[in-house]
């Protein structure tokens, strides 16, 4: 059984920065990748980054490439989602997620390839 567990949300004003943390345990390295997704109020939860852990390239959606950087720490087994120039529309509930068994192209971007998840941590980007 794989435990994740995410930290780092908050408040913070436009333009500000956030680092999110995912600590995860159990049986971790059954996951071909880890990655970031959230969810606005009112809308469906949206994939927003990832990390392959056999050569730790990543892979971020259009909307946070060149503001968010998702890293790893193996040694911790701890995830990260770095995110500056925070806008507005960055607000959302953000979920950690693993268990990557199999999934459809390059990178897994699909909620659905994703077996374990986190509780979620709170972002409020404020204008």
């Known amino acids: 059984q794989v435990q994740l567990v995410e930290s780092g949300g908050g408040l913070v004003q436009a333009g500000g920065s956030l680092r999110l943390s995912c600590a995860a345990s159990g049986r971790t390295f059954s996951s071909y990748a880890m990655g970031w997704f959230r969810q606005a109020p009112g809308k469906e939860r949206e994939f927003v980054s990832t990390i392959r852990w056999i050569d730790d390239t990543t892979y971020y959606a259009d909307s946070v490439k060149g503001r968010f950087t998702i890293s790893r720490d193996s040694a911790t087994n701890t995830l990260y989602l770095q995110m500056n120039s925070l806008k507005p529309e960055d607000t959302a509930v953000y979920y950690c997620?693993?268990?990557?068994?199999?999934?459809?192209?390059?990178?897994?971007?699909?909620?659905?390839?994703?077996?374990?998840w986190g509780q979620g941590t709170q972002v409020t980007v404020s204008s």
């Open positions: 997620a693993a268990c990557v068994t199999y999934y459809r192209g390059t990178y897994p971007t699909r909620i659905y390839e994703y077996e374990c």
